[in-house]
């Protein structure tokens, strides 16, 4: 595994501090401020290390509620909800400096047979000979601003290959639609609970942007206020994240400063191993006349 990679899976096992409460340390990505996809990861894993082992997540429900700071830690507080005999129930609060800044349910299930059925994998490009995501920001390294260059080229644990990625710079009005492809940097234990963590983790990068294609409107744009407001998964197949996953992004709407996207995460043989979704801001700030 890659540095980061090593030490992320570090961070998403959580220190127990008590018997329901747990303290995660953060990875400045780049950001200064926490990586929502980090605090979804560490949630879960708080919310598993408190669930009987043959109970995997099925679901999970977040909302974002503050800016976490990267420099400091997070406390988890886990809430058991309901232990049932097919299906157990949590909820998690993450809380820095005294107040929540993360709200998170989740549901575990014991593996039982049933019907099967699912949508097939679109036709898209393979990820062999595609170029990563920091290799298309190399392309622009001189154009960006301190900060966003710091965010654009850090080293990171998941290695990310658009398929259809565009200009920052001049993005051309498209339609609502994403593809990208999503690796572990290295290989990673066999652990399937690892593997869920680390895809609650990356179902947050290329996601809300996506709303933002038919609008011509980029990240980079310093108009733009961008930020994730809630975040839903659907467990659905096993998968490894040291594997190829494809990423499949659709939004259906954008108002009232908002959009949505949802998404179907596929592996490499297209089976379908995961569902997404996401409501985020996406603000134009007002400019102030020149005087």
Known sequence: MTRVLTELVELLS?????ENLFRGQSQDLGWGQVFGGQVLGQALSAAVQTVPAD???????AYFLLAGD????????VDRIRDGGSFSTRRVVAVQGGRPIFNFSASFQVDEPGYEHADGMPSVTGPDGLPSERELWERYAQRLPETARKRALADRPIELRPVDPVDPFRPERGEPDHAVWVRAAGTLPDDPAVHRYLL???????FITTAMR???ATWIDPAMQVASLDHVMWFHRPFRMDDWLLHVIHSPSASGAR???RG?????DGRLVASTGQEGLMRRRRREPAT
């Not at 609650?200 to 290329?206: L, M, P, V």
């Not at 179907?264 to 490499?268: A, D, G, H, N």
């Open 14 to 18: 959580l220190e127990r501090i008590e």
């Open 259 to 261: 959009g949505l996207v």
């Open 55 to 61: 109970r995997p997540v099925h679901s999970l429900h």
């Open 214 to 216: 038919p609008h011509s």
């Open 70 to 77: 990267a420099r400091r830690p997070i406390v988890y507080h």
């Open 264 to 268: 179907s995460i596929f592996s490499r």
């Open 200 to 206: 609650a983790y990356c179902s947050d990068f290329s």
